[in-house]
């Protein structure tokens, strides 16, 4: 569709808004607050009022900001962009908080200055917390009773220290408030005694109560008081954490006005959706944002009713604060046409939220707000049915009923994706999806698991203990290795396993030989114990001799992957039905490995598995989103889940207090947090749980069925939730008690015992693709790597098979960070000079050992001494002709060609006295001709580096942050040729090369996205075709070539 065509299409959907919506849309300049309940187009108008800005307005797309809550929101907001403004939507700026901030970080870090910070991970943090703890004197409040042994107060002071991250509180601000709320109590009704007693007289204080409070205002303050060393040893540790993202960005911004001026400068226009879910740091963010003008353009979207977090108080207090900040020039807008649910399911959820206090409609004193809801989609208008409310016997009737009604919708040809069962657990879904299977009704969910808990990687850790006992004392493991010969991917007999077992058990102690040893004697195997087939068993043997030879002469992490590929437990996951599910649970725990790594370079194998077995004692997971996505099945999903989405009919399942309402025990762990500070009460829990029932009501277009039973089983009795006696007060409701016929009861549970499960597709279905590409952006790697071998960049880059970054690459991505620590060091000298050579060797020694997990010991003192020799040769050679004005490591903003979306990381921009720009990228291999040389014969699309700088020279050319007038390219080769120079090959290129390659990219990008990946490159060394081929591995999957364009 052209440009003209798009705006037309955009100009009638501005005429379809409602009044409202219209005003929200159309009031361009100056602050808005827009009140927009479930249904009411909310994503809509956010996306109108932009393409309204570029409509009316002379501002660009990079000068919007649109902030979001999720990354999802983000991908749901893009979309509907592209669909309203074509491909100008991905110019534009949307973000979450955090990934705002990190933008922020990545753009200034000559001011950030935390180059060699890491994220903390889970263990590191509470190992962090019982450290500090371990430190208190005996005396201390959190070393008192329950404290005393240095435990206890972990987990308060991890979600303590997580909530003043994100509400930015420091130690002062808790204790002036636990002061304030202390001072206070005497005069609360509560803490007065209403009637006189034999001991106490009316008016007093209750002192038992009081104490009560003091104690655990104390224990908080004690808390707060703890954060700065618990900072402290963060940065002792080199650890950062997810929030501390927005609170360097804060510190930035105050510290630095013109940093703050250039954004402020840049985003002329902002708009943020779910406003009622931002903390106090990101509202602060925005504060700052917004500070340059009297009257900001900010528009601010949100419904506090849909908040589904604690703390509402303080959340709902960013939206007044809001109102009163710009009283008097804020417009206020009210959505009061629902476009998604019948009549009588809005009368029953607004009835509903209706009994919860902490509403804006009761805050806001001066102004009279209403929120009622008018169902306007005409097509339900005519639907009078009402909300149903279902009681059963027993959970399990609840069940069967559902899925007698999913059957007899699926014969009569009903759309399932249309049908959600949303509950308040994912454990409510168990014996559901089990029954879902057995009576062969499709289903989608998404379900978080931890792998550590799966089979593949409980085998996995069974081989490192083997390996590791072997390295110990050889012959220890032999207790494992019986276990380790069942598994699956060694294709081994377990009849003959039970022969062997029994041939050896005959043979005195003394005299038995050890498993290792027989397993590759062939003859041992034929002729003593009688075996036909041996070849997987010697094949077993084989491989696990070499892989305790390598234990101690390969990095940690090429021993994992070692394992993946010579085991077969990665051919295994590929020929397995549910292949894309193991493919991913590899994936993660081999990210893991080289996290661990990457964190303790000097992690070894005994090191991990102490790892792993602490990340058990302390609860910890590695989690992984489980996706079943069937297709036309019902969808499964917890109410929290389904936050933004609708379905026709909606089952709210298992509506008991035990599942819906909050828990006893939920502030076990937690320290009290006093009204004053939070501005939320006692019922501020129970109000939260309410504002997700809400929530999940609200997903109905037409059908809502609330079920409850009285017994949970036959023992068990249980209430029903107390938001049902309230719509039961309040509603309009069709009560129903449906009688399950004991036969239906029987079977069902039968199928149960059976254990059924779908058997999974061999193939992947266009919607898994879909999925797997979901937005998909395509860069300079992904480009070259298609282009190299497309079944490649199927397997690496869509399926994500476990791959590891090499030698090579790790040696080169400190060789990067070096350089870019010298412009760094630049940038931050007031005479911007370059620092010492000495530096400059410390930071590559540095850098380099942060890699030291993916070398062996003599690989990596070769590696130092050559980079060593390389830095000084190159300082010598280039540094006097380096120009001074430059950006580093420059990620480009989100961008688009020929209605592509492309991204990419430059690793530094150089401008010249008259401001031409000169784009340099590192290469740490030797320099080759026919890596820059253009189009010809073998070559169709030119050598790789020529690629490279011709994508990065439109990406600049592209970027509205820096619009750099790009004269010319350029590979700096940081090894010599053979003459011993190091070279620094320029390329320029012609408007016609330019235009070719925006018709490259349009071209592979339309392949990516139509799932063409059946044609291989068929060249000898390639992993993926000889797989494919052949069904093996070499012993590692990294592809250097592909790495180096560090991209």
């Known amino acids: 569709m052209d440009q003209e065509a798009k705006q037309q299409e955009f100009l009638s959907i501005l005429k379809g808004l409602n009044e409202n919506q219209a005003r929200a849309v159309n009031t361009i300049e100056g602050p808005v607050l827009v009140l927009a309940g479930p249904g009411t187009g909310k994503t809509h108008i956010l996306a109108a009022r932009i393409g309204k800005i570029l409509l009316e307005t002379d501002a660009l797309p990079h000068n919007i900001l649109c902030m979001t809550f999720t990354e999802a929101g983000v991908l749901a907001m893009r979309r509907r962009l592209v669909d309203f403004i074509g491909p100008d939507a991905h110019k534009i700026n949307i973000h979450t908080f955090h990934s705002f901030c990190n933008r922020v970080i990545r753009e200034n870090l000559e001011i950030f200055g935390r180059q060699n910070l890491e994220p903390v991970s889970e263990l590191e943090q509470m190992e962090i917390l019982q450290e500090l703890l371990n430190a208190l004197p005996p005396d201390h409040p959190l070393r008192l009773g329950r404290g005393a042994d240095g435990n206890y107060y972990i987990n308060h002071l991890k979600a303590l220290f997580?909530?003043?991250?994100?509400?930015?509180?420091?130690?002062?601000?808790?204790?002036?408030?636990?002061?304030?709320?202390?001072?206070?109590?005497?005069?609360?009704?509560?803490?007065?005694?209403?009637?006189?007693?034999?001991?106490?007289?009316?008016?007093?204080?209750?002192?038992?109560?009081?104490?009560?409070?003091?104690?655990?205002?104390?224990?908080?303050?004690?808390?707060?008081?703890?954060?700065?060393?618990?900072?402290?040893?963060?940065?002792?540790?080199?650890r950062y954490d997810y929030n501390d993202m927005i609170l360097w960005t804060l510190e930035a911004f105050k510290k630095n006005e013109w940093l703050l001026r250039?954004?402020?400068?840049?985003?002329?226009?902002?708009?943020?959706?779910?406003?009622?879910?931002?903390?106090?740091?990101?509202?602060?963010?925005?504060?700052?944002?917004?500070?340059?003008?009297?009257?900001?353009?900010?528009?601010?979207?949100?419904?506090?009713?849909?908040?589904?977090?604690?703390?509402?108080?303080?959340?709902?207090?960013?939206?007044?604060?809001?109102?009163?900040?710009?009283?008097?020039?804020?417009?206020?807008?009210?959505?009061?046409?629902?476009?998604?649910?019948?009549?009588?399911?809005?009368?029953?959820?607004?009835?509903?939220?209706?009994?919860?206090?902490?509403?804006?409609?009761?805050?806001?004193?001066?102004?009279?707000?209403?929120?009622?809801?008018?169902?306007?989609?005409?097509?339900?208008?005519?639907?009078?049915?009402?909300?149903?409310?279902?009681?059963?016997?027993?959970?399990?009737?609840?069940?069967?009923?559902?899925?007698?009604?999913?059957?007899?919708?699926?014969?009569?040809?009903?759309?399932?994706?249309?049908?959600?069962?949303?509950?308040?657990?994912?454990?409510?879904?168990?014996?559901?999806?089990?029954?879902?299977e057995s009576f062969e009704i499709p289903y989608q969910v998404r379900k978080k698991t931890n792998i550590l808990n799966l089979v593949t990687i409980h085998q996995l850790i069974e081989i490192l203990n083997y390996l590791r006992e072997e390295l110990r004392l050889p012959y220890s493991g032999e207790h494992r290795l019986f276990k380790i010969l069942h598994f699956e991917c060694w294709g081994n007999s377990s009849n003959d396993l039970a022969r062997i077992t029994y041939h050896l058990a005959r043979i005195e102690k003394e005299d038995r030989p050890f498993w290792r040893n027989i397993l590759i004697d062939g003859n041992y195997l034929k002729e003593d114990i009688g075996l036909n087939e041996i070849q997987s068993l010697t094949n077993a043997g084989a491989v696990m001799n070499r892989l305790v030879g390598l234990v101690e002469n390969t990095s940690l992490p090429h021993l994992v992957e070692a394992i993946f590929t010579q085991t077969g437990l990665l051919q295994t996951a590929l020929e397995s039905p549910d292949k894309l599910w193991r493919i991913q649970v590899l994936y993660s725990f081999m990210d893991f490995v080289k996290e661990e790594c990457f964190r303790d370079p000097d992690t070894t194998l005994a090191g991990l598995l102490e790892t792993l077995q602490s990340m058990d004692r302390h609860g910890i997971s590695i989690d992984l989103e489980k996706d079943i996505l069937a297709e036309k099945g019902v969808q499964l999903m917890t109410a929290h889940g389904s936050k933004g989405l609708e379905f026709k009919r909606v089952y709210l399942l298992h509506c008991t207090a035990d599942y819906w309402e909050p828990g006893k025990?939920?502030?076990?762990?937690?320290?009290?947090?006093?009204?004053?500070?939070?501005?939320?009460?006692e019922e501020d829990a129970m109000e939260a749980r309410r504002r997700l029932f809400f929530v999940a009501m609200t997903r109905a277009k037409e059908d809502l069925i609330m079920g409850y039973s009285l017994k949970k089983n036959e023992t068990k009795e249980q209430r029903r939730a107390r938001f049902l006696d309230e719509?039961?007060?309040?509603?309009?409701?069709?009560?129903?008690?449906?009688?399950?016929?004991?036969?239906?009861?029987?079977?069902?549970?039968?199928?149960?015992?059976?254990?059924?499960?779908?058997?999974?597709?061999?193939?992947?279905?266009?919607?898994?693709?879909?999925?797997?590409?979901?937005?998909?952006?395509?860069?300079?790697?992904?480009?070259?790597?298609?282009?190299?071998?497309?079944?490649?960049?199927?397997?690496?880059?869509?399926?994500?098979?476990?791959?590891?970054?090499?030698?090579?690459?790790?040696?080169?991505?400190?060789?990067?960070?070096?350089?870019?620590?010298?412009?760094?060091?630049?940038?931050?000298?007031?005479?911007?000079?370059?620092?010492?050579?000495?530096?400059?060797i410390e930071s590559f020694e540095n850098e380099l050992h942060r890699y030291k997990g993916y070398f062996s010991a003599e690989r990596f003192e070769l590696r130092l001494q050559s980079g060593k020799h390389h830095l000084e040769k190159i300082y010598e050679q280039w540094m006097p002709s380096w120009h001074k004005k430059v950006k580093l490591e420059y990620r480009t903003s989100p961008l688009e060609i020929q209605d592509v979306p492309v991204t990419g990381i430059i690793d530094k921009i150089e401008w010249d006295q008259n401001n031409l720009a000169l784009l340099v990228d590192y290469k740490t291999s030797k320099p080759k001709p026919e890596h820059l040389s253009e189009p010809k014969g073998s070559q169709p699309y030119g050598g790789k580096y020529w690629r490279q700088l011709l994508f990065y020279q439109l990406l600049a050319e592209e970027d509205p942050r820096i619009q750099a007038n790009a004269y010319m390219g350029q590979i700096a080769y940081l090894e010599p040729d053979t003459s011993g120079d190091y070279n620094q090959a320029s390329v320029v290129f012609t408007s016609e090369w330019k235009a070719q390659m925006r018709i490259w990219i349009k071209e592979i990008y339309q392949k990516i996205m139509s799932h063409e990946f059946d044609e291989g490159c068929e060249k000898e060394y390639c992993v993926w075709c000889n797989f494919e081929k052949e069904k093996s591995f070499p012993d590692s999957l990294s592809n250097t070539a592909i790495e180096e364009l560090d991209d």
């Not at 303080?314 to 998604?340: C, E, M, P, W």
């Not at 025990?665 to 009460?681: A, E, H, Q, R, V």
């Not at 719509?727 to 149960?752: F, G, H, R, W």
Request: proline share 4%.
């Open 665 to 681: 025990s939920g502030n076990n762990y937690k320290f009290s947090i006093p009204d004053t500070l939070s501005f939320s009460g």
């Open 727 to 840: 719509l039961d007060a309040t509603s309009d409701l069709q009560k129903e008690n449906p009688v399950i016929p004991q036969a239906e009861i029987t079977l069902a549970k039968a199928y149960l015992l059976q254990q059924n499960q779908q058997s999974p597709k061999e193939n992947y279905s266009p919607e898994e693709l879909d999925k797997l590409l979901e937005g998909f952006v395509l860069s300079i790697t992904s480009f070259n790597k298609y282009i190299e071998c497309p079944k490649s960049f199927f397997y690496e880059d869509v399926l994500l098979v476990p791959s590891l970054y090499s030698e090579a690459a790790s040696y080169g991505s400190a060789m990067h960070r070096t350089l870019q620590f010298v412009f760094e060091y630049m940038l931050r000298n007031e005479e911007k000079q370059f620092p010492p050579l000495k530096s400059v």
């Open 162 to 238: 997580s909530q003043m991250k994100s509400e930015d509180w420091t130690p002062s601000l808790i204790e002036s408030r636990a002061t304030q709320y202390l001072a206070d109590l005497p005069n609360r009704e509560e803490f007065i005694y209403k009637r006189n007693t034999k001991e106490f007289k009316k008016g007093d204080l209750k002192q038992a109560a009081f104490e009560k409070e003091e104690k655990r205002m104390k224990e908080l303050v004690a808390g707060a008081n703890l954060f700065p060393r618990f900072n402290a040893l963060m940065e002792k540790y080199q």
């Open 262 to 436: 250039n954004y402020q400068e840049q985003f002329l226009y902002i708009l943020v959706d779910e406003f009622q879910d931002t903390n106090g740091a990101q509202n602060e963010v925005l504060q700052l944002l917004i500070s340059y003008w009297e009257d900001p353009n900010l528009f601010i979207v949100g419904d506090d009713d849909q908040s589904i977090y604690e703390f509402q108080g303080a959340r709902l207090k960013n939206l007044t604060d809001y109102y009163h900040q710009f009283k008097g020039s804020v417009d206020l807008i009210v959505l009061k046409n629902n476009y998604r649910s019948t009549q009588g399911i809005l009368d029953a959820s607004k009835n509903l939220i209706g009994f919860n206090d902490l509403r804006i409609i009761n805050t806001l004193q001066d102004i009279s707000i209403e929120k009622s809801l008018l169902a306007s989609n005409k097509q339900l208008q005519a639907i009078s049915t009402k909300p149903v409310l279902r009681e059963y016997d027993y959970e399990f009737h609840e069940l069967v009923h559902i899925v007698q009604e999913l059957k007899a919708l699926q014969t009569t040809g009903e759309n399932l994706e249309e049908i959600a069962i949303l509950y308040a657990k994912h454990r409510q879904a168990d014996d559901l999806i089990k029954l879902l």
